[in-house]
């Protein structure tokens, strides 16, 4: 598989950090999977059969913030090798709370934690190196979830679930529109030993199929604010009563919209978790 990497530089009197925040979430909105902070800017990186140049012009002349002229320079990197160096030279060990390491086959094992996972991650999003795959995380790990039925909705790496699996969930399945994030997820499956992981390659109108004998007890959803959006109706109708859906992969601007079409669905507030900006809901179905 080929892929682009895209280096962004920019001028402006802003921080670069907000312009990296804001630049990616609209690269991650058109099919842009992987970014890495440089020392000027961002490189971003996409598939290339997700690659269109007219969705980027769209992207960077509707830029939200003022005064700010973005430049761009694009290079086709060929398939194999491009992962390896991705793997090696971004993807760090990542400790969440001194109690879960996520780390690849080929760094170190470390001691002394109660859940190590490993992914390879061959572009597939999800190696805790996103606020919002932490803070999903970290809401797995604070959850007692012997026995209980999850969907790992936009599961990338499907890290996620497979923390849910190795804290006790008795099945989880993870869909992704990817068919790359799916094969990955298969492959991180069999990797750290888990069973009872299903993966299914598609959107929102991949779940009702899967929860016509039991619904879940819980969603982890970590995609985007669109989608989430679009998309919140189908998993509230997968959830039990007293189920809960944990979402992120938003900012905590975007709070109040998301709860507002949350609660239109049945589903009530419980939690709330920010890091850096990004932000994370635990919405729970009424239990009548
Ligand atoms: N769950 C992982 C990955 C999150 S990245 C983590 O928490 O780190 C978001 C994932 O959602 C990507 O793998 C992307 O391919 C997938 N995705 C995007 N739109 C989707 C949709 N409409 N339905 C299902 N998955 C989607």
């Given at each position: 598989m080929n892929?682009y990497?895209?280096?962004?530089?920019?001028?402006?009197?802003?921080?670069?950090?907000i312009v990296?925040d804001?630049?990616?979430?609209?690269?991650?909105e058109?099919?842009?999977?992987?970014?890495?902070d440089?020392?000027d800017?961002?490189?971003?990186?996409?598939?290339?059969?997700h690659?269109d140049?007219?969705?980027?012009?769209?992207?960077?002349?509707?830029?939200?913030?003022p005064?700010?002229?973005?430049?761009?320079?694009s290079?086709?990197?060929?398939?194999q090798?491009?992962?390896?160096?991705w793997?090696?030279?971004?993807?760090?060990?990542?400790a969440?709370?001194?109690?879960c390491?996520?780390?690849?086959?080929?760094?170190?094992?470390?001691?002394?934690y109660?859940?190590?996972?490993?992914?390879?991650?061959?572009?597939?999003?999800?190696t805790?190196?996103h606020?919002?795959?932490?803070l999903?995380?970290?809401?797995?790990l604070?959850?007692?979830l012997?026995?209980k039925?999850?969907l790992?909705?936009?599961?990338?790496t499907?890290?996620l679930?497979?923390?849910a699996?190795?804290?006790?969930a008795?099945t989880?399945?993870?869909?992704d529109i990817?068919?790359w994030?799916?094969k990955?997820?298969?492959?991180?499956a069999?990797?750290n030993?888990?069973?009872n992981?299903q993966?299914?390659?598609g959107?929102?109108?991949?779940i009702?199929?899967l929860?016509t004998?039991?619904?879940?007890?819980i969603?982890?959803a970590n995609?985007?604010?669109?989608?989430l959006?679009?998309?919140?109706?189908?998993?509230a109708?997968?959830?039990q009563?007293?189920?809960?859906?944990?979402?992120s992969?938003f900012y905590?601007h975007d709070i109040?919209?998301?709860?507002?079409e949350?609660?239109?669905?049945g589903?009530?507030?419980?939690?709330?978790?920010?890091?850096?900006d990004?932000?994370?809901?635990?919405?729970?179905k009424a239990?009548t």
């Open positions: 892929y990497e895209i280096k962004f530089t920019w001028e402006a009197d802003i921080e670069d950090e990296r804001v630049l990616s979430a609209g690269l991650a058109i099919g842009f999977e992987s970014f890495v440089s020392e800017g961002l490189t971003a990186y996409i598939a290339g059969k690659y140049e007219k969705k980027l012009w769209e992207v960077l002349g509707g830029f939200p913030l005064d700010i002229h973005i430049l761009y320079d290079t086709l990197i060929e398939g090798d491009w992962n390896e160096e793997e090696k030279n971004y993807f760090k060990p990542i969440i709370d001194n109690k390491m996520i780390r690849t086959s080929f760094h170190e094992p470390a001691e002394g109660e859940y190590e996972i490993i992914i390879d991650p061959k572009m597939a999003f999800g805790g190196n606020e919002t795959t932490w999903m995380i970290n809401e797995i604070k959850t007692d012997t026995g039925r999850v790992d909705m936009g599961c990338g499907a890290v679930a497979i923390l699996l190795k804290k006790g008795a989880a399945i993870g869909i990817d068919e994030a799916c990955n997820a298969t492959e991180n069999r990797l030993n888990v069973r992981l993966v299914v390659l959107g929102a109108g991949a009702a199929p929860a004998e039991a619904r879940f007890d969603i982890y995609i985007n604010r669109n989608i959006l679009q998309d919140l109706h189908a998993y109708a997968a959830l009563p007293g189920a809960s859906l944990y979402m992969g905590t109040p919209v998301l709860r507002t949350a609660e239109r669905l589903l009530q507030l419980v939690g709330k978790a920010e890091r850096n990004w932000a994370l809901l635990e919405m729970r239990t």
